[in-house]
């Protein structure tokens, strides 16, 4: 289980201090597809990444399958993130010197899959999202979706127990978003993986469960 007990996160910047988040307790059951909504500056992302131990909340703590990860080393925590965690940016961050294959392929050499389970691995994620054409094309040679697709299948390839992801399908047309919605469906359903997904799209959120709405920062609704 995800279990978020009264986290708190506040930035200083230009604008002065900012509360992104006050004060979210929530849980998400292992297995789940759970949603966030909530409009532009409302803390989804902020909320993903205090999740994967990204960012450190000023107050509360994040309970992954048991371990509180704000409590890890450093070391410690890139070990569990390595192994355990798929992120999907919402700006994209591929390498740009790697190729889309060898994007792909990074978590499963960090985590030591090599040789030809990695590559057969990386065939069938190449052809899941429809782009065996640009194995070995560089990242700034896609367009906005087939980066997003390739960062979909980053996230997944070394099939971790929970995937965050930050409005994966923005930058999609409605058929792609869907392929790409459902490659994720797939590997919570064949490995048990649990989903949080900072979306607008309310095809999904109407089939995801919980739904955490956020406003302000502030956990306006939880729907099982
Ligand atoms: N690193 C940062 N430094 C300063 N302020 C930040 C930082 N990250 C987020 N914020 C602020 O925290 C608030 C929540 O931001 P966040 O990115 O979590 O919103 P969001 O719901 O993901 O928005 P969007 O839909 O536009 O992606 C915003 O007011 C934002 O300006
Ligand atoms: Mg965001």
Do not use: W
């Not at 899941?128 to 640009?134: F, G, N, R, Y």
Request: charged share 25%.
């Amino acid at each position: 289980m995800i279990q978020l007990s009264h986290i708190t996160k506040s930035f200083r910047s230009g604008r002065g201090q900012v509360k992104a988040l006050s004060d979210i307790s929530l849980s998400v059951d292992i297995g789940r597809f759970a949603a966030i909504e909530g409009v532009s500056g409302s803390g989804k992302s902020t909320l993903l990444y205090c999740i994967g131990g990204l960012e450190k909340p000023d107050r509360g703590e994040v309970r992954c399958f048991g371990t509180i990860i704000h409590r890890l080393t450093p070391s410690k925590l890139s070990l569990f993130q390595r192994r355990h965690l798929g992120f999907i940016f919402q700006r994209g961050n591929l390498l740009s010197y790697l190729t889309v294959a060898e994007n792909i392929g990074m978590p499963l050499t960090l985590n030591g899959i090599v040789g030809k389970v990695r590559d057969k691995r990386i065939e069938a994620l190449l052809s899941d999202i429809d782009l065996k054409s640009a194995t070995n094309a560089l990242p700034h040679e896609l367009s906005g979706g087939e980066t997003q697709r390739v960062s979909v299948a980053r996230a997944i390839a070394h099939r971790p127990r929970l995937l965050l992801a930050d409005e994966p399908t923005a930058n999609l047309d409605t058929s792609t978003g869907r392929r790409v919605v459902q490659l994720m469906r797939d590997l919570a359903k064949d490995h048990g993986c649990t989903i949080i997904m900072a979306t607008h799209d309310k095809e999904i959120t109407d089939t995801a469960e919980p739904v955490i709405g956020l406003k302000d920062g502030q956990l306006i609704r939880e729907e099982k």
